[in-house]
C-alpha cells in the first residue's frame, strides 16, 4: 500500500525510499490500537530489502535522480501490488481490509490518471482491468462474500459446541460412562483439526478430566465466549462492508 500511494503521488517522477516508508508507517498508525503516536516501526533496511526485491522482480525499476536512488513501479509490479492487497480476505484483520476500501477510495483515481498518461505502458484492456482491481464496490462485494462464508462456518461450530455440550449432559444425568460419551460425540459431531486423527482418538488420548471437560461444560463455554464473539465481529464487519458496497 505503502508502494502504490507513493507511486500515485510522485507519478512519473518516481518515488525515494523514504516516501514508500513514509506511507507505510502512516498506514500502520492508523490501523495499530494502543494510543496516539502508535505505529508499527519500519526500518530503513526493511524498505530497501522490500524495493530491491521489486527491481529484481521486475515488479519495480531504479533509477538516480539528484543522487538519490529513485523508484517507479512497472506495469507488471502495479498489476500484482493491486491485486495482492484487494483480492484477498481481511476477515481475520478486519482493520486492515477497512484500510483497504479507504485506500483505494482515496488513491485509485490518481493511480488511473497515472495510468493514463503512461499510455505507452497501459493499453486499454490494461486501463480495464486495473480499474476493475481498484474499484471500491467490488472490494466490498469480495470481502463481504468472505465474511458470509465465515459466518456461516463458525454459526455450525456454535451449534456443534451447544449440542455437545447438551448431548453430554444428557447422557450423564442418565449414567453413562465417559467412553460411552465419548463414542456418542465423535459419532455424531464433526472435527476440524486434524484429518490424520479421528475425533475419538484424539479424545482418547487426552486425561480423563480434560477430556470431561472438554466435551462438557468445556465446549458450552467455547461456544459462548470464542465462536459467538466471532460471530459478532464479522457480522459488524459485514454489515459494514455492505454499507460501503454502496459508497
Known amino acids: 500500500m505503502g508502494a502504490l ?34 505505529t508499527y516501526a519500519i526500518h530503513n533496511n526493511q524498505v530497501a530489502r522490500y524495493l530491491s526485491f521489486l527491481v529484481t522482480d521486475g515488479q519495480a525499476k531504479s533509477f538516480t535522480r539528484a543522487r538519490v536512488p529513485t523508484y517507479r513501479l512497472t506495469r507488471a509490479g502495479l498489476f500484482s ?88 449432559t444428557k447422557l450423564k444425568s442418565k449414567g453413562a460412562t465417559l467412553t460411552e460419551c465419548i463414542e456418542y460425540v465423535a459419532e455424531r459431531f464433526p ?16 486425561p480423563p478430566s480434560v477430556t470431561e471437560w472438554e466435551i462438557g461444560l468445556g465446549s458450552l463455554l467455547r461456544a459462548q465466549t470464542l465462536f459467538s464473539p466471532m460471530v459478532r465481529e464479522l457480522e459488524e464487519y459485514l454489515e459494514m462492508m455492505r454499507r460501503l458496497s454502496y459508497t
Not at 500515485?8 to 494510543?35: C, D, H, I, M, P
Not at 458470509?148 to 451449534?159: A, D, F, G, K, P
Not at 486434524?194 to 488420548?205: A, G, H, I, N, V
Open 191 to 206: 472435527y476440524e483439526l486434524d484429518p490424520q486423527r479421528s475425533f475419538k482418538e484424539t479424545l482418547k488420548k487426552l
Open 81 to 168: 501490488i493491486t491485486a495482492t492487497l484487494t483480492t484477498r480476505s481481511y476477515i481475520e484483520n478486519r482493520s486492515h481490509g477497512l484500510l483497504v476500501w479507504y485506500f483505494l477510495k482515496s488513491y485509485s483515481t490518481q493511480l488511473k490518471e497515472n495510468m493514463r498518461a503512461a499510455d505507452s505502458d497501459f493499453s486499454r484492456a490494461h486501463q480495464i482491468e486495473m480499474k476493475q482491481l481498484l474499484d471500491t464496490e467490488r472490494f466490498a462485494l469480495r470481502q463481504i462474500q468472505f465474511a458470509e462464508q465465515e459466518i456461516q462456518r463458525l454459526t455450525v461450530r456454535v451449534s456443534t459446541a451447544e449440542n455437545i455440550y447438551n448431548s453430554v
Open 5 to 38: 500511494a507513493a507511486q500515485a503521488t510522485e507519478g512519473k517522477s518516481g518515488f525515494r525510499q523514504k516516501e514508500l516508508r513514509f506511507y507505510a508507517e502512516l498506514f500502520s498508525n492508523w490501523v495499530t490500537l494502543g494510543g496516539v503516536g502508535i
